[in-house]
């Protein structure tokens, strides 16, 4: 029970730690505040309210014995008295009965109050407490007319209700702003920490990133400022390993090229020659899949253009565009264009038709790459984005591969925070389908 009704709970609270510790900081003091608003209201405000209107009651009550056994002489002398020193002003309208139209407020205390302590004292009585600002209007049945009494409304209202609502609603006001400034600032070094991660996981650098805030967010940050070194520090050696290695290969197969030269047998020499030169091909692969993605900065580039420009290269292909205009990236753009290469190469070689397309969303921008070739089962689509992994069927050719470009791809594709997906394609061939966040 309790674990559904918590998360039933987690649907209406915020996601982002700024809001959810503003909560925890705002809803104590806007509680306590109504709180002390209701008790204050209740036992305080209503309570001298009731006395202030049954004091002023009685007034009224005091009136209308006058009225009923004074002369007229005595009555005027005390309703000019009562003028006087009540600040009431009374009079009696002969042959008038009281209004039909009630505007009595039914959700005003004030109203409420003065309603209940006539009810106990007259039997027959109207008041209006809304087309005055600042006075009330009574008008009580008496004999054949009507006995009018003009009286402030602060006779029976407290007039420093408005002092006081203002004196709890703007420190709750004040303190919120003060606790909003100050998670502003604890949540500040979160944030940077989360966008250099992003960032680095991109593959961008993240050079300018120095850990502030609290004690264990900082420590967090150096934390991650080691690791990034670490990476790093493993990717560079494994360029230079390759590197060496590379260089160490290329030295015996220079060699191995002059003494073709001397070999008469042109049969042999070419057998060597192809094995030479797949061999260098097979170097340049491995340097390719191992160099290192953080040399190239990133840089804002129109993808449109770009992928334009790489199409130009396959003239003589029957390659149908159709892209959207002006999609600017961030990104590494030599990267990305390896990337689009390694994919249209693919279709080229194993397709005659190839459509390439390209659109942008509010969130992601979406490259697609169809071909009419004999695509790739739906078993072997995952695989075929492992290092050194083949097909030795219709899409395999030991010859001319090792087994990397759609390695190189992937590893491209993720590092700028993307992700690329093999499907079916309209044309019965194979999609390859590009997401990068925009």
Request: with cysteine.
């Amino acid at each position: 029970m309790f674990y559904g009704l918590s998360n039933f709970l987690k649907k209406f609270l915020p996601k982002r730690l700024f809001y959810r510790s503003l909560l925890i900081v705002a809803v104590p003091i806007i509680g306590l505040q109504l709180i002390i608003s209701i008790v204050f209201f209740d036992s305080l405000w209503i309570k001298t309210n009731k006395g202030l209107t049954r004091a002023l009651v009685g007034e009224i009550d005091t009136i209308i014995d006058i009225y009923n056994n004074e002369k007229v002489y005595n009555k005027k002398k005390l309703t000019d008295l009562y003028n006087q020193n009540f600040n009431f002003s009374i009079r009696f309208l002969e042959n008038t009965e009281l209004p039909d139209i009630k505007v009595e407020r039914w959700f005003s205390p004030m109203d409420r109050t003065l309603r209940r302590e006539l009810k106990s004292k007259v039997n027959k009585y109207w008041f209006n407490t809304t087309s005055y600002k600042e006075v009330i209007d009574l008008r009580i049945k008496f004999k054949d007319g009507v006995l009018q009494i003009f009286f402030p409304k602060e006779r029976v209202q407290v007039s420093s209700i408005r002092i006081f609502a203002l004196w709890i609603t703007l420190p709750a006001f004040l303190l919120i702003a003060v606790a909003i400034i100050f998670l502003k600032n604890q949540t500040r070094p979160i944030i940077k920490l989360a966008k250099a991660s992003e960032k680095f996981g991109r593959g961008e650098n993240v050079n300018d990133f120095v850990p502030s805030g609290a004690l264990e967010i900082r420590q967090a940050g150096y934390e991650f400022d080691k690791m990034r070194k670490r990476i790093i520090r493993h990717l560079n050696q494994r360029s230079e390993m390759l590197s060496g290695i590379s260089h160490d290969l290329r030295t015996p197969l220079t060699r191995m090229k002059l003494q073709l030269a001397f070999i008469k047998d042109e049969k042999i020499s070419r057998k060597f020659s192809d094995d030479i030169t797949e061999m260098e091909k097979m170097l340049n692969e491995y340097l390719q899949f191992a160099s290192s993605r953080y040399l190239e900065k990133t840089e804002k580039f129109d993808l449109s253009e770009l992928l334009h420009i790489t199409i130009q290269k396959y003239k003589k292909k029957k390659i149908i565009t159709d892209i959207s205009e002006r999609i600017s990236f961030n990104g590494r753009k030599n990267l990305i264009q390896r990337c689009l290469n390694n994919l249209i190469d693919n279709s080229i070689k194993y397709s005659k038709n190839i459509i390439v397309s390209a659109k942008k969303s509010s969130d992601n921008i979406t490259i697609t790459i169809d071909d009419d070739g004999p695509g790739i089962s739906e078993n072997e689509r995952e695989n075929v984005f492992k290092p050194f992994y083949k097909i030795d069927k219709s899409r395999g050719d030991s010859k001319s591969s090792v087994g990397l470009g759609l390695s190189i791809t992937s590893d491209i594709i993720r590092s700028h925070g993307g992700n690329i997906k093999l499907e079916n394609s309209p044309k019965n061939g194979l999609r390859a389908k590009i997401f990068l966040p925009f």
